[in-house]
């Protein structure tokens, strides 16, 4: 059966089944998303409109038995940035989608009525349904609903209260494994699910669907020797399984580049209290799980299960961003205040990095004391699940509360909050969050690894040297991994280990029994990049608004006393290709 | 000559967190890790007083030495 897509028009409640467009064939994740926008959505236009458009779109990878391929892409104009925006997660529905054979589903206009809809997503095409009584629903009850209503394998896609208010912070969640969510995090996009209506999609695969494979043989042995190379990487085989992505609190501390207090600071003076290292030993003392993946068929496993001082289940996926934005961002040095308020803005549907930089802002803006971490989880309950004002300021994002309040230091770029590596201290990020086409975003071209990591060689953190470069190949390097559905951590064995990147591209060319270059796959990726900042200088974007904060340039940064010094010049050469 | 180790990760285990050591000769970081039987290869980040440094690199009165395996994240 060929691919297909499916056009969801909420205006009038139809569906259209489509072929796929020719050019559009080789594209999958975040290559077809950023394709898709592109092509049908108005740069211009207001992204809670109707004329934004949001697209999901399973990884070229995707439902095969390729490690960690189970990544679902969604695009669309982002309410928070303005920009193009791709944001993907784990998940179960990227593997679902595409063993239904669906390239892409898009869901276009608008409902003329304020009413909540859910789509139903079979072989057959798309049901929609009101559900009135799904109205304020958090996403751990959402999806409980579906799993009862069809089935414990049912994939579920659903957005919380904040994406029914249409919060700029609003994630979209996606069902994993064991009936909890992950989140397709950054830029807003629960918000565009939440204008759309559509509070939920539900998956249905028969049991027979599977993804046919043009060369089975091939497939079978690059799939091998890429899953020994993950295993074999000591940070896709040992570290991240074993610590989660917290392990780098101790790292990024010690660099001196992890922000601390609104980005006052590179070092949190309490940093070893909420370390991966005493994540860790906290799983092992209550019973919880080192081990586990966001998505079938992951053998990285670097999420887990963290209970709390009752042995009680608390949080999964509590990853480094989400530690760091409400622990040495907003100085709180509670790992089980962490824990509770990431269970919250799970089930709020919110983005915990944008989330947790905003509270951090509102606290230099005297909204409540630095280390406050109760009155965050009182907030996040009280007023952004409901909906009062000051939950509305705090939905509005960083750059909204930082306005709201006067405060100067206001870590952004295009709106997006900063993630958990200070610029000054980590330069090449600090030109991935000016450069990449979705505000500040470290996901995009991650030059940690080179800088701090040592992880595809060595480019010195606190020099301008080579870091424009580094940030480029990288960001062209990760457009193309989105393409494939592959988790972003793939990368550190395909920077390392040659065999491992060569086998992405035997996989890719043997599943559609294509015959792609390395070269061509490079291409890919530095077509996507163009393809998404032509849609942003077409909303209105300028290199002007390739810059961070003035503050990262006149405000020196403990420990090494650094600022940041990159020339706009400097900058725009990023684009040089 | 005095020098703070601080361990990380997996090397913290059967040795310690951070611990201080005296030093009457000059001493490397392949030294060290060699006297706190800490196989190379596994050697992944290397802090000097918060900057990234090399095995070879010689330590100095009051510095503060880093040890991490390659981990990672993000």
Known sequence: MADRIYRVNMSDLTVRVEDVREQWSGLGGRGLTSTIVAAEVEPTCHPLGPRNKLVFAPGLLSGTVT?????????????????????????????????????????????????????????????????????????????????????????????GPAGEMKMAIANISVKDPEGKVRSAGRGGLGAVMGAKGVKCITISVPREAAVPIAEPE???????????????????GQG????????????????????????????????????GETMHDLIEERGGKIRHGCHAGCVIQCSQVFNDAGGKYKTSGFEYESIWAMGADCCVDNLDQIAEADSLMDDIGVDTIETSVTMGVAMEGG??????????????????????????????????????????????????????????????IGITYCTSTMGA???????????????GGDVDPLKKEGQVELSRNL???????????????????????????????????????????ADDVTELGKNILRTEHEFNLAAGFTNKDDRLPEFFSTELLPPHNVIWDFTGEEIDEFWNF | MRVTIRLFANFRIGRCKQESREYDSPVTVRDIVEELGIPAPEVGIIFINGRNADMDQALAEGDNLSLFPLVGGG
């Open chain 1, 67 to 159: 490690a960690n391929s189970g990544r679902l892409s969604v695009g669309a104009k982002s309410p928070l940035t303005g920009t193009i925006k791709e944001s993907n997660a784990g998940g179960t529905a990227s593997q679902l989608l595409a063993r239904l054979g669906l390239k892409a589903l898009i869901i276009e206009g608008q409902p003329e009525k304020e009413s909540l809809y859910s789509l139903h997503v079979t072989a057959d095409g798309v049901a929609i349904a009101e559900e009135p009584d799904l109205a304020g629903k958090g996403n751990f009850a959402v999806v409980n609903v579906m799993l009862e209503r069809y089935g414990e394998k049912t994939g579920v896609i659903s957005i």
């Open chain 1, 367 to 428: 909204l409540l004391p630095f280390g406050d971490g109760a009155g965050i989880i009182r907030i996040l309950d009280q007023d952004v699940r409901t909906g009062t004002p000051l939950g509305r300021l705090i939905g509005g994002g960083a750059a909204v509360v930082g306005k709201a309040y006067g405060v100067t230091r206001v870590p952004v770029v295009k709106n997006q909050a900063i993630p958990a590596y200070d610029p000054r201290a980590v330069k090449g």
């Open chain 1, 240 to 275: 991240l399984p074993t610590y989660g992505t917290a392990v780098l609190i101790n790292v990024i501390n010690e660099a001196g580049g992890l922000p601390t207090r609104n980005f006052r600071s590179g070092q949190f003076e309490q940093h070893d209290a909420i370390s």
């Open chain 1, 441 to 455: 975003d470290h996901t995009a071209g991650y030059a940690v690894a080179t800088n701090i990591l040592k992880v």
């Open chain 1, 218 to 236: 091939k497939f079978k042995a690059a799939v091998k020797i890429f899953a020994k190379a993950l295993l074999e990487h000591p940070v896709s």
């Open chain 1, 475 to 517: 960001q062209i390097a990760t457009a193309a991994l989105d393409t494939a559905g592959l988790c972003i951590f793939v990368a550190f064995p395909a920077l390392d280990i040659p065999e491992a990147f060569t086998a992405i591209v035997d996989m890719i060319n043997a599943r559609f029994g294509i015959s792609l270059t």
